[in-house]
């Protein structure tokens, strides 16, 4: 069956500095990644849609600036939070997709970011 | 824009009750539908989706009926279990080829044995 694996689970970063997440889609190809933000206050977040091949689009309020994004084969993607404060607090989401269900999206079980 | 509303924040039940969920929509497209649940400390994992108007999809007890009639999408189960508490949430993806989610702001299950 289709999963997603994400890495790692839990993380905390001081003020300021910057830290990498992964997802990993194992047993189907994935050609479409989103990465969501999700907290109590405002479920959940897109932060931007990342299609191999194809440019990576971000939603209003997130920049590629501030949550680069990697998406280099159909089995993996990364984000990076760069800079993080702490309204950038939460569980971030990969949800993959791929094309024999292509409406369907996987999560993995996120990575819950702390800042200090 | 496209919503997704879920009136119920918490539901509190006892075991062997009967699940409502109540879920609306709005879009101007043709959107398949989705009810995903969450697990604490997990993500959201697919329960069920239902991708034509008038149709229902069924798993693990749970059913849903895609009413364009009433643009509703709502959750039953005829007899939930403790270890159905979660977090559900109502969500469409547009037939647009975009494949952005639109997500309900979740409904807390609480079951108690």
């Known amino acids: 069956g289709a999963l997603v694996y994400q890495y790692p689970r839990r993380t905390i970063c001081k003020s300021g500095t910057s830290m990498r997440m992964e997802c990993q889609a194992v047993?189907?190809?994935?050609?479409?990644v989103a990465w969501y933000r999700q907290s109590p206050q405002k479920t959940f977040e897109l932060i931007a849609l990342?299609?191999?091949?194809?440019?990576?689009?971000?939603e209003q309020n997130f920049t590629q600036e501030k949550f680069p994004i990697s998406h280099p084969n159909l089995s993996f993607s990364s984000m990076t939070v760069l800079n993080a404060y702490l309204e950038d607090r939460g569980l971030y989401l990969c949800?993959?997709?791929?094309?024999?269900?292509?409406?369907?999206?996987?999560f993995g079980s996120g990575t819950r970011l702390t800042v200090l | 824009g496209d919503s997704v509303t879920q009136k119920q924040g918490q539901v509190t039940l006892s075991e062997d009750d009967f699940l409502f969920i109540n879920c609306t929509y709005s879009?101007?497209?043709?959107?398949?539908l989705f009810w995903y649940v969450q697990y604490p400390g997990q993500g959201p994992q697919l329960l069920l989706k239902?991708?034509?108007?008038?149709n229902k999809g069924i798993s693990r007890g749970f059913e849903a009926t895609y009413d364009k009639g009433t643009t509703s999408f709502h959750l039953q189960k005829a007899s939930v279990q403790e270890s159905d508490s979660a977090v559900y949430f109502c969500?469409?993806?547009?037939?647009?080829?975009?494949?952005?989610?639109?997500f309900g702001a979740g409904t807390r299950l609480k079951v108690i044995a």
């Open positions: 949800g993959a997709r791929g094309q024999a269900s292509a409406e369907t999206l996987y």
């Open positions: 047993g189907f190809q994935a050609t479409s």
């Open positions: 990342s299609t191999v091949n194809s440019a990576i689009k971000y």
């Open positions: 879009t101007t497209t043709y959107p398949t």
């Open positions: 239902v991708t034509t108007a008038n």
């Open positions: 969500a469409l993806v547009e037939d647009t080829g975009n494949y952005k989610y639109v």
